[in-house]
């Protein structure tokens, strides 16, 4: 009897710059080549099944994950900086089967420019699950407020805050994705992803600030939306 193929979605990474993340996808990312491995790890090292696909110009990352439901796979396509030169061909797009839009929130221009990563996205790939990250949250001067976030809450988006230096919330973004394409809200990773020594700290006093300014911004009414009060 065959072995069961393990689920493989393709997950479409953008933002601006392609270090968007402080270091490349590759080496951020957490991923295993070994399918027994219950623990998704962590590689710094880039020793897992990458794969470059040169006509494209990116480098496609199998990121494996243990699911109470068995394995999941994301095969996530890095643009390795290709949108530096005037944009990013459809084919990096075609047949995405979701997608992550990163920017960085002590950078203003990166959110500006998400309604422009979201617009290419969509246009090839509609009705795809996507989530909106907003990296860096463990540096102090932050720039993009929490109530200047609204772009997800327009699209039906998710949106987490993420710290890719300090593993904070790094397996919230897989996990939604991972639900929505199964169709199971049920599912649950079998254990925390074991990821590399963190190379920055987060303020957990602060981050409770950011939560508490993100749940208070999501009962705001979005710009030209009139709330009960104002009727």
Request: proline letters at 6%; hydrophobic letters at 40%.
């Amino acid at each position: 009897m065959a072995a069961a193929q393990t689920p493989t979605f393709k997950l479409v990474l953008v933002g601006d710059g392609a270090l968007i993340l402080g270091a490349p996808v590759g080496d951020i990312f957490p991923g295993h080549a070994d399918p027994n491995t219950t623990f998704v790890k962590r590689h710094l090292t880039g020793e897992f099944e990458k794969k470059y696909m040169a006509t494209l110009g990116v480098e496609v990352h199998p990121l494996g994950f243990t699911t109470n439901f068995g394995q999941i796979q994301f095969d996530v396509w890095d643009t390795a900086g290709q949108e530096k030169f005037g944009g990013l061909r459809d084919g990096y797009y075609i047949n995405g089967q979701c997608g992550i839009i990163m920017f960085d929130v002590t950078s203003r221009i990166t959110y500006k420019n998400v309604p422009n990563w979201h617009r290419d996205l969509v246009r090839v790939c509609e009705n795809i699950p996507i989530v909106l990250c907003g990296n860096k949250v463990d540096v102090k001067e932050r720039k993009v407020k929490a109530k200047t976030i609204t772009f997800h809450r327009k699209k039906n988006l998710q949106y987490y805050d993420i710290s890719a230096k300090s593993n904070y919330n790094f397996e919230k973004p897989f996990l939604w994705l991972a639900r929505k394409l199964v169709g199971n809200p049920a599912l649950e990773f079998v254990a925390a992803p074991a990821l590399a020594p963190p190379t920055a700290q987060v303020d957990e006093k602060l981050l409770e600030q950011y939560r508490k300014e993100m749940d208070d911004a999501a009962q705001m009414p979005l710009p030209g939306e009139l709330s009960d009060d104002d009727l």
